[in-house]
DNA sequence: CGTAAAACCTGTAGTCGCTACAGGAGCAAG
DNA sequence: CTTGCTCCTGTAGCGACTACAGGTTTTACG
């Protein structure tokens, strides 16, 4: 029977975080050795990668918790249909903002470049005074 | 003299985000009336737009505590381009991991729409049956 | 066999940038 | 006079960890 840290190399999941989602009750308690050592069986370790693919596609431990529920559960499709859906959603509005971003901050840094003697124009910019 | 309320509501800070940052050291503390409450004088009110400004350029406050340096401090152009610049660039590989997500939540959630009787190819591809 | 490093244990506090509450004081308008 | 708004302080909570402190046990090497 694995050790945590097995698990963890496998799952690439630190050891602190493993303990970190039984506490949450995220990771059923493991069974234990005699001498007091978390011992996980193939369940676990399975579940550990689920939960490992899914914070890699930006799922939060919330919506996790709900997909692994589903994951039980026959029938759920249209469920984690909607999660999934709605979080591509989230990411695609956050992309949109960080290209608006990226486009400000580009615009400032370059003419500051261009400018290099001039008042900063980064520091303007945030002041107010040419925005 | 404006009140804190009156501040939040020209820089679109929220009060206690304004407290926040007087508690953190971010603003610094500011005269009282007779009755307790702060008052604000215009550099203030200026510190809190740039500080505004520069969060919803997606600065971290920590950015924001060295750029409130720099405005002070003239020829400091160099420095404060370095710090926009590394930022444009956090920004630039977050949208680029984002993307990366977002194809591949679209992909599962699109073969999901086409086999809407099938297990489940979103829990399938979080449980590394066919990912 | 001795010892030192590595892995494990528990529990707590820190990170970031707020937000929300508890529990109160003061002030203006109806 | 009472309602409702703003203000005050102080503390705790969020999410998802991370980093200790202080301990035991196991493993590897000489």
């Given at each position: 029977?694995p050790?945590?840290?097995?698990i963890?190399?496998?799952?690439?999941?630190?050891?602190?975080?493993?303990?970190?989602?039984?506490?949450?009750?995220?990771m059923p308690?493991p069974?234990?050795?005699?001498?007091?050592?978390r011992c996980y069986d193939a369940k676990a370790a399975a579940r550990l990668?689920?939960?490992?693919?899914?914070?890699?596609?930006?799922?939060?431990?919330?919506?996790?918790?709900?997909?692994?529920?589903?994951?039980?559960?026959?029938?759920?499709?249209?469920?984690?249909?909607?999660?999934?859906?709605?979080?591509?959603?989230?990411?695609?509005?956050?992309?949109?903002?960080?290209?608006?971003?990226?486009?400000?901050?580009?615009?400032?840094?370059?003419?500051?470049?261009?400018?290099?003697?001039?008042?900063?124009?980064?520091?303007?910019?945030?002041?107010?005074?040419?925005?």
């Amino acid at each position: 029977m694995p050790a945590i840290g097995e698990i963890s190399v496998r799952s690439g999941v630190h050891v602190e975080t493993i303990r970190y989602y039984e506490r949450i009750g995220l990771m059923p308690k493991p069974a234990r050795a005699a001498n007091g050592r978390r011992c996980y069986d193939a369940k676990a370790a399975a579940r550990l990668a689920f939960i490992r693919r899914a914070r890699d596609l930006g799922f939060a431990l919330a919506d996790i918790r709900a997909l692994l529920l589903l994951a039980d559960n026959k029938a759920a499709c249209r469920d984690a249909h909607g999660l999934a859906t709605r979080h591509r959603d989230a990411i695609r509005a956050k992309i949109t903002e960080l290209k608006r971003l990226e486009r400000l901050l580009s615009g400032t840094t370059e003419r500051c470049a261009r400018t290099p003697a001039a008042p900063c124009p980064i520091i303007e910019a945030l002041t107010g005074n040419a925005l």
